[in-house]
């Protein structure tokens, strides 16, 4: 069965960086997307990153420049790097994957069939 495991979160003063992980097993990892979505208190869940089986990469504009996904194949592991971090990153992290209706890419959660259980990240002085 599909599983998707977060680690790497916790508690970061603004400006600072983290990396986030995500382990992916049951399923052919090197076939399908990834994305990373976010859910601050009383927010929706809002897409932050994906990258593309071919590793083509996507973020919103909130983190462009700020944040880079990536993946590695032969671990069956998407990284989120994420620098310059801001309080208005604060926010639960998820990694999601699924066939995306057919597209490449997505932001939409909707598009997503599988996710992780998530990982605290908190941006504060």
């Known amino acids: 069965q599909v599983q998707l495991v977060e680690s790497g979160g916790g508690l970061v003063q603004p400006g600072g960086s983290l990396r986030l992980s995500c382990a992916a097993s049951?399923?052919?990892?090197?076939?399908?997307?990834i994305g990373w979505f976010r859910q601050a208190p009383g927010k929706g869940r809002e897409g932050v990153s994906c990258i593309s089986r071919v590793r083509a990469t996507y973020y919103a504009d909130s983190v462009k420049g700020r944040f880079t996904i990536s993946r590695d194949n032969a671990k069956n592991m998407v990284y989120l790097q994420m620098n310059g971090l801001k309080p208005e990153d604060t926010a639960v992290y998820y990694c999601?994957?699924?066939?995306?209706?057919?597209?490449?890419?997505?932001?939409?959660?909707?598009?997503?069939?599988?996710w992780g259980q998530g990982t605290q990240v908190t941006v504060s002085s």
């Open positions: 049951g399923y052919p990892f090197q076939n399908y997307a």
């Open positions: 999601a994957t699924g066939d995306l209706r057919g597209s490449t890419w997505s932001l939409n959660s909707g598009d997503y069939d599988y």
